[in-house]
Structure formats: C-alpha cells, structure tokens
T-cell receptor, first 118, second 111 residues
Framework: GAVVSQHPSRVICKSGTSVKIECRSL??????MFWYRQFPKQSLMLMAT?????????EQGVEKDKFLINHASLTLSTLTVTSAHPEDSSFYIC??????????????FGPGTRLTVT | GEDVEQSLFLSVREGDSSVINCTYT??????LYWYKQEPGAGLQLLTY?????DMKQDQRLTVLLNKKDKHLSLRIADTQTGDSAIYFC???????????FGAGTRLFVKA
C-alpha cells in the first residue's frame, strides 16, 4: 500500500512554455504533499508543502509565481513550471503523507519527473 | 535551523558490511529515517527508528541511534552490488510536519 505516482516520468519542453507535473496518491488520502527538486548528485531541496484545499507554503527562495502548486483533492497535487527556462531543468520529486497508511508520519515518495528545458 | 549531515561517499567490497553515518542537530527529532535512491528513481524508505529506541534490526539492516550525540548509523550486512545507491538520512520533529534530509551518501559496492 501507500503508492505515489508521478506523471510524466520524463518531459522535454521548449524554453518559455509551461509544463505540468502530476502527483497522485493511489491508495490513501494525501492530506499533505511535498514537492522537491533534486540537482545532479545533490540532495533534495524542498520547494513547497501543500495541504489539501489550501494554498501551498513555499520555501524561501522558491518563486511561487513560477512554480504553481495546486492540491485540489486528497489524491492529486500538481506542480506547474511556468515560462520554463533551461535552468529549471531538474529532477522533481513529490511525496505525500496522509491518513489510511500504516505510518501516518511517513512521507511516501513518487518516482520523480525528469524535466529538460531546451 | 535543523541540519542533517552525512558523508558523501562510501566504497565497500561485495560481501563486506557497510556503515553509513549521520548526525543531526534537532534535539526534538521524533523519527529518524533511512531512504535509498537508485539512479533516476524516487526515494524508497528502507527503515525508520523512533527517537526512544537505541537500535532497530530488519534483515540485513541495522540502525543504531545515539540520541545523546545525535548520531544515527545504518549498517548493511553482506553488502551486494544491488545495494549501490544513494542513502539519505532524514529526521522529522515532534510535529512531524517537515522532514529534513541529509545530502545523501553514495554507496559504491565493488564486485
């Protein structure tokens, strides 16, 4: 149980376009979802935390107008990278925490989305 | 603020034991985790320990916690080439709201 999926797994987009990444909890209700960014050979950088039905809380230095997060339901959160630039190329990982799992304190991670902006 | 530190690289021979160390600063840490990340994949929880425990064993994995020194270790017995990955130490506090991750230790297993 406690599976988190992400879609797409890989995306290539042109500079200036927007791209949406979906994160879904498949068998539990994700009351809180987290979005991370990971640079090559580096750790996870928390971008934002979202609770279902409320606005996301962004970490310092993360532009909320550039990285739009929507957590409209207990099973889905989306991250939209607006007006993407090559420096936005990265590995984006979501995680979810919620009710109905064996360990409600634990974050369950998605498989990640590799974004490449050309 | 809270911080989690771990060494960046560890190389062992197949069949040997691996020990990955981690230190943290948050004295109110409630849960301490070890995650594994294989290339191009998300994070997989390996094991976790509650802060009132000293040790936890799960098959080839042994977690030791020294709460006084804020030191956590992960021992992998009989390390296999399939164990090659990045291992992240993480902690979350009493509220359990935010999890702080270390930079990850890249484990390389030589055949």
């Amino acid at each position: 149980g406690a599976v988190v999926s992400q879609h797409p797994s890989r995306v290539i987009c042109k500079s200036g376009t927007s791209v949406k990444i979906e994160c879904r909890s498949l068998d539990f209700q994700a009351t809180t979802m987290f979005w991370y960014r990971q640079f090559p050979k580096q750790s996870l950088m928390l971008m934002a935390t979202s609770n279902e039905g409320s606005k996301a809380t962004y970490e310092q230095g993360v532009e909320k107008d550039k990285f739009l997060i929507n957590h409209a339901s207990l099973t889905l959160s989306t991250l939209t990278v607006t007006s993407a630039h090559p420096e936005d190329s990265s590995f984006y990982i979501c995680s979810a925490r919620g009710s109905g799992t064996d360990r409600p304190h634990e974050q369950y991670f998605g498989p990640g989305t590799r974004l490449t902006v050309t | 603020g809270e911080d989690v530190e771990q060494s960046l690289f560890l190389s062992v021979r197949e069949g040997d034991s691996s020990v990955i160390n981690c230190t943290y600063t948050d004295s109110s840490s409630t849960y301490l985790y070890w995650y594994k990340q294989e290339p191009g994949a998300g994070l997989q929880l390996l094991t976790y320990i509650f802060s009132n425990m000293d040790m936890k064993q799960d098959q080839r994995l042994t977690v030791l916690l020294n709460k006084k020194d804020k030191h956590l270790s992960l021992r992998i017995a009989d390390t296999q080439t399939g164990d090659s990955a990045i291992y992240f130490c993480a902690e979350s506090g009493t509220g359990g709201f935010k999890t702080i991750f270390g930079a990850g230790t890249r484990l390389f297993v030589k055949a």
